[in-house]
């Protein structure tokens, strides 16, 4: 397993952006794919983009492509995520995740989570 700490939500107007960063502990980082889920109130929690381990491949929800980067730093162990024109639909606890097994963080079953981040947009 990997010990995962996300930072960087807050609040932000719509059209706005935020940058979360999930910073990582051990030395097998880089064999982990890195992604993030988050969970809006009330509803179910949703994959929104993944990296693979050496971060060449990269995946993202439908709603959220052109308008999210997720990209890593390996040499940080750090994996980040850009968000860029934010809609209040995007508001959400958003949630680091870590498997090697990068389908995984895809279909919600990861083996690491981080504590969660709270991203909150406004109109």
């Known amino acids: 397993q990997v010990t995962l700490v996300e930072s960087g939500g807050g609040l932000v107007q719509a059209g706005g952006s935020l940058r979360l960063s999930c910073a990582a502990s051990g030395r097998t980082f880089s064999s982990y794919a890195i992604g993030w889920i988050r969970q809006a109130p009330g509803k179910e929690r949703e994959f929104v983009a993944v990296?693979?381990?050496?971060?060449?491949?990269?995946y993202y929800e439908d709603s959220v492509k052109g308008r999210f980067t997720i990209s890593r730093d390996n040499a940080k162990n750090t994996v980040y995520l850009q968000m860029n024109s934010l809609k209040p639909e995007d508001t959400a606890v958003y949630y680091c995740a870590g498997d090697q097994v990068l389908h995984n963080i895809v279909v919600l079953i990861p083996g690491s989570w981080g504590q969660g981040t709270q991203v909150t947009v406004s109109s």
């Open positions: 990296t693979s381990r050496g971060g060449g491949s990269t």
